[in-house]
T-cell receptor, first 116, second 109 residues
Framework: KAGVTQTPRYLIKTRGQQVTLSCSPI?????VSWYQQTPGQGLQFLFE???????NKGNFPGRFSGRQFSNSRSEMNVSTLELGDSALYLC???????????????FGEGSRLTVL | GENVEQHPSTLSVQEGDSAVIKCTYS??????FPWYKQELGKGPQLIID?????GEKKDQRIAVTLNKTAKHFSLHITETQPEDSAVYFC????????FGAGTRLTVKP
């Protein structure tokens, strides 16, 4: 069974630009979560999607957005990039239904974004 | 939302010793507490988890304990080996999963 796939793995952008990251979950997983990982801050929760609907959202500015498609693939977008947005962005999928979640998250290897 | 605190941030032990990492959480509604291990260049991977109706769980050299009253849980690794060196994250889930800041464990041969 293929794992969670994230693309691109590495990218460099400049301040003010925007970026789109993609995540393909494990087959059969309908829940996709996004996390930002920076040194010393651990994994900060961005948002979770289930069946094309945002189910939960973390404490990030509106520049961070996401969406989920009918095949459960998800994208996140960051607009007007700032230097502080440099981080590893991790996507995770889980087996979930409406109102329930088994709990375990399966992570991809992440997309490392550098903002210059 | 849920707030998870994790200590220590770094831990160095000799091979064969035990390692203990502790976490506290704030939301009493949290009901699932996993531990993840992250190796360099990889995404975090689940190593053990515990649900709120259980006080302790063990899997070979790894064990997790949960004290719901005090809202804290701990990871115990016995007979540590160099390949245990990694960053470990605790997490708590009620609606969504919130993570601690991580512990960098170094096992010296």
């Amino acid at each position: 069974k293929a794992g969670v796939t994230q693309t691109p793995r590495y990218l460099i952008k400049t301040r003010g630009q925007q970026v789109t990251l993609s995540c393909s979950p494990i087959s059969g997983h309908r829940s996709v979560s996004w996390y930002q990982q920076t040194p010393g801050q651990g994994l900060q929760f961005l948002f979770e999607y289930f069946s094309e609907t945002q189910r939960n959202k973390g404490n990030f500015p509106g520049r961070f957005s996401g969406r989920q498609f009918s095949n459960s693939r998800s994208e996140m977008n960051v607009s007007t990039l700032e230097l502080g947005d440099s981080a590893l962005y991790l996507c995770a999928s889980s087996l979930a239904g409406r109102g329930w979640n088994t709990g375990e998250l399966f992570f991809g290897e992440g997309s490392r974004l550098t903002v210059l | 939302g849920e707030n998870v605190e994790q200590h220590p941030s770094t831990l160095s032990v000799q091979e064969g010793d035990s390692a203990v990492i502790k976490c506290t959480y704030s939301d009493s509604a949290s009901n699932y507490f996993p531990w993840y291990k992250q190796e360099l260049g990889k995404g975090p991977q689940l190593i053990i988890d515990i649900r709120s109706n259980v006080g302790e769980k063990k899997d070979q050299r790894i064990a997790v304990t949960l004290n719901k009253t005090a809202k804290h849980f701990s990871l115990h690794i016995t007979e540590t080996q160099p390949e245990d060196s990694a960053v470990y994250f605790c997490a708590a889930r009620e609606l969504d999963m919130r993570f601690g800041a991580g512990t960098r464990l170094t096992v010296k041969p």
